[in-house]
Nanobody, 120 residues
């Protein structure tokens, strides 16, 4: 089993910043990919950003230049720095990981979600 604990959500005004964190713990052999998804009311969950264990990153177009994903492999933690936030960024943000619990056993895990609200 792998547990993900998220933190850093909250309420900010447009143009503000927030930093999300997600720490993984449990039976971890290797974390291949870590990422953030979000889901706003009435919408499907969408991928926001991902980062591989090699450091390759991927972002949805709407957050490019504003959000930065990073990870600390020693701490099994992924971060999402969100700048220049817009009201349309408001959503519940979920951490997602692709973890190998052994050399051959792969597991996908989700965090509990953290609310981000951008409003004046």
């Amino acid at each position: 089993q792998v547990q993900l604990v998220e933190s850093g959500g909250g309420s900010v005004q447009p143009g503000g910043s927030l930093r999300l964190s997600c720490a993984a713990s449990g039976r971890i052999f290797r974390i291949r990919a870590m990422g953030w998804y979000r889901q706003a009311p009435g919408n499907e969950r969408e991928l926001v950003a991902t980062i591989t264990d090699g450091g390759s990153t991927n972002y949805i177009e709407s957050v490019k230049g504003r959000f930065t994903i990073s990870r600390d492999n020693a701490k099994n933690t992924v971060y999402l720095q969100m700048n220049s936030l817009k009201p349309e960024d408001s959503a519940v943000y979920y951490c997602h990981t692709e973890v190998y619990t052994s050399a051959l056993s792969r597991l996908e895990s989700w965090g509990q979600g953290t609310q981000v609200t951008v409003s004046s």
